[in-house]
């Protein structure tokens, strides 16, 4: 069982930057896939942000590529996405994921609203 919690979330307005953490339960040497996704007004799909697989490379959605930065900390545990010149589509809740033993762990999200 893995328990994923996220925050930082919050209103910001365009041009600004926001740092999302999620907090890992478990040591995440055990992880070997991460990735923060978003769910935007009106659509029931998450869409992918970033991910990164352990000893990979970060791998960017195109629209948030140069603005969007996945990071892992495994002595805090946890994976973290810098958003800085957001935009007003960037409004979302924000999801951490890792798949861990065949099963597939969200947090429960943090809402990321722009605006001006």
């Known amino acids: 069982q893995v328990q994923l919690v996220e925050s930082g979330g919050g209103l910001v307005q365009p041009g600004g930057s926001l740092r999302l953490s999620c907090t890992v339960s478990i040591n995440m040497f055990s992880l070997e896939y991460m990735g923060w996704y978003r769910r935007t007004p009106g659509k029931s799909a998450r869409e992918l942000v970033a991910s990164i697989f352990s000893g990979g490379q970060p791998n960017y959605a195109d629209s948030v590529k140069g603005r969007f930065t996945i990071s892992t900390d495994d002595s805090e545990n946890t994976i973290n996405l810098q958003m800085s010149n957001l935009k007003p589509e960037d409004t979302a809740g924000y999801y951490c994921?890792?798949?861990?033993?065949?099963?597939?762990?969200w947090g429960q999200g943090t809402q990321v609203t722009v605006s001006s």
């Open positions: 994921n890792v798949p861990y033993r065949r099963k597939n762990y």
